[in-house]
């Protein structure tokens, strides 16, 4: 990358930042305006930039990028308040996840038949599942639509990436061993050591982490600065000493978030100004990286089959799902159509698509790949050009319904939970 060019990006960051204020009453997100920064750069049009996805530098910086969107998003969650108020968010990721897998490996095995065995199409149905409600800020910060559903959206997006997660792996693990000329024994024993161990690396290190710094703060032991950026190291810890006893570094960064949001929540103040300021910046540049590397070539290798995929996805699996986990709430029919299509697929599916890449025993790698490229694309405009007239839409018919006992209106206490992108 060229000096020219990274001032370029630096100009763009800067400007955008600018007018971030007034676009936040548009219908253009930040997500939308680096991925379409990214194809202006990439070697297609302007030919400024070129960047592999998948070289070492760009996966450090998403790998990076993962693991603090996973600690940051569940140290908000509040495990207590989840069990009490929010039974519309258990539902969606108890219930509505598990459909939105099944329904997508079902779509990708009717979609696919001969290229994806029954494992790869439940890989691409799981990376395909977790959602994003960032990338439709406009529906998590509309004040007309009811918090419950707001909230919900927010929980189930904090905590849905997560929980995908350890599901990947096994059926990564399970694809692995539908290859003869691997081991099943050597299989398994990696897929448990990789599900199992990172929990318990996660919950020590948060638990214990985050006691040494609480007990430091009290005392006056540590700076505030210092307090931060221990509080932020401990994600990275809990990854790297996950990946050095066998357990995967991911889950043990989302464990670990977890636990210290539930055990030390007096010291998250940081992680929480971390992920609204600097976290952005990391998944910004993230899907900027995006638009100028893989965008093309993707689109170069669509046919029908994958935007039936996309289509699928983005329109059957995930409303299916929803549909079918709101059973017995009485949920309105608009809710329901409302939440179905408000689960964007935004950084986790993009990221979890680079463990796809690393494993080069899987000959469906290349498919999976392009389908999720292709439906990160597609859900980052459509999803971001709905959210302001959706949430309008479905903000004014609950603002106008008589009947105040329904469940969308149930008042909820505050989560802090991810925040719509903002300055």
Request: glycine share 10%; hydrophobic share 50%; aromatic share 8%.
């Amino acid at each position: 990358m060229s000096v020219e060019t990274l001032a370029l990006i630096a100009l763009f960051v800067l400007g955008f930042g600018a007018i971030s204020g007034r676009l936040e009453k548009s219908p253009i997100t930040p997500p939308m305006a680096f991925v379409a920064f990214g194809l202006l750069l990439s070697p297609q049009i302007l030919g400024w930039l070129d960047v592999n996805f998948t070289s070492e530098l760009v996966k450090l910086l998403c790998e990076i990028t993962l693991t603090l969107v996973l600690f940051t998003d569940a140290s908000r969650i509040d495990l207590k308040l989840l069990r009490q108020d929010y039974q519309l968010p258990l539902r969606l990721l108890g219930i509505g996840l598990p459909l939105t897998i099944l329904f997508g490996t079902i779509l990708a095995l009717v979609l696919f038949p001969g290229e994806l065995n029954l494992w790869e199409a439940a890989v691409l149905g799981t990376i395909l599942a977790p959602t994003d409600a960032a990338l439709g800020q406009a529906v998590v910060s509309n004040p007309r639509v009811p918090p419950c559903i707001r909230q919900s959206l927010n929980v189930e997006s904090g905590l849905n990436d997560g929980i995908c997660l350890p599901i990947l792996l096994v059926f990564l693990s399970l694809a692995g061993m539908a290859d003869e000329s691997q081991n099943i024994n050597t299989w398994l024993q990696f897929g448990a050591m990789q599900v199992l161990l990172g929990p318990v690396v996660g919950v020590a290190v948060g638990y214990i982490g985050g006691w040494l710094v609480e007990k430091s703060s009290r005392h006056g032991w540590i700076t505030h600065a210092f307090k931060d950026l221990s509080v932020l190291g401990l994600s990275l810890l809990a990854y790297t000493l996950a990946e050095l006893v066998g357990g995967n570094g991911f889950i043990a960064a989302f464990c670990a978030g977890l636990t210290l949001g539930n055990t030390a929540r007096s010291i998250c103040n940081c992680l929480y100004e971390f992920g609204e300021a600097e976290g952005q910046l990391l998944v910004l540049l993230v899907f900027m990286a995006y638009g100028t590397s893989v965008v093309f070539p993707a689109l170069s290798q669509t046919n029908g089959s994958i935007v039936g995929s996309v289509l699928g996805s983005l329109l059957v699996a995930r409303s299916i799902g929803v549909l079918l986990s709101g059973i017995g709430l009485k949920l309105r029919w608009d809710t329901a159509i409302f939440l179905g299509w408000f689960g964007p697929r935004g950084i986790a599916s993009l990221l979890y698509a680079l463990l796809v890449v690393e494993e080069q025993h899987l000959p469906g790698q290349s498919l999976i790949f392009t389908t999720t490229i292709v439906t990160v694309l597609v859900s980052v405009f459509a999803h971001g050009l709905s959210a302001f007239p959706g949430a309008n839409w479905y903000g004014n018919r609950m603002m106008s319904e008589i009947d105040r006992t329904l469940p969308e209106l149930k008042p909820v206490k505050t989560m802090r939970v991810r925040l719509p992108w903002k300055a």
